[in-house]
Nanobody, 115 residues
C-alpha cells in the first residue's frame, strides 16, 4: 500500500509564504511524477504544480513565478511546494498526488490566506 501525507498548511497574511511537504511511502516502484492540487470552497479541484522523476516542473498559470515545486534529494518521494507572495485566492485545501498506474491522494492540508 501507499501512504501520502501532506503537512505545512496554515494561516498566513497576503504576501506571506508557506512551504508544504508531501511524503509518500510504501510500495512505490520508482521515482514517480508527483503533483500538487488544490480545491477551494465551492470550487473544482485544480492542478497547481507537477514534478517528474527527472525533476521537470510545470505550473498552473495562476501560480507561476510564485510557487516552486521541488523534490527532496535524500528521499525522492518527498516533495515540497514553496508558496511565496500568497494571495487571498490561494486559499484552498492542498492535496498531493502520485500516480503510477493507481492514483494515490493524501488527506490534504489547509492553506488560508487572510488579513
Amino acid at each position: 500500500q501507499v501512504q501520502v501525507v501532506e503537512s505545512g498548511g496554515g494561516l498566513v497574511q497576503p504576501g506571506g509564504s508557506l512551504r508544504l511537504s508531501c511524503a509518500a511511502s510504501g510500495s512505490i516502484p520508482l521515482v514517480v511524477t508527483m503533483r500538487w492540487y488544490r480545491q477551494g470552497l465551492g470550487k473544482e479541484r485544480e492542478l497547481v504544480a507537477t514534478i517528474t522523476g527527472a525533476r521537470t516542473t510545470t505550473y498552473a498559470d495562476s501560480v507561476k513565478g510564485r510557487f516552486t515545486i521541488s523534490r527532496d534529494n535524500a528521499n525522492k518521494n518527498t516533495v515540497y511546494l514553496q508558496m511565496n507572495s500568497l494571495k487571498l485566492e490561494d486559499t484552498a485545501r492542498y492535496y498531493c498526488n502520485l500516480a503510477f498506474g493507481p492514483s494515490y491522494w493524501g488527506q490534504g492540508t489547509q492553506v488560508t490566506v487572510s488579513s
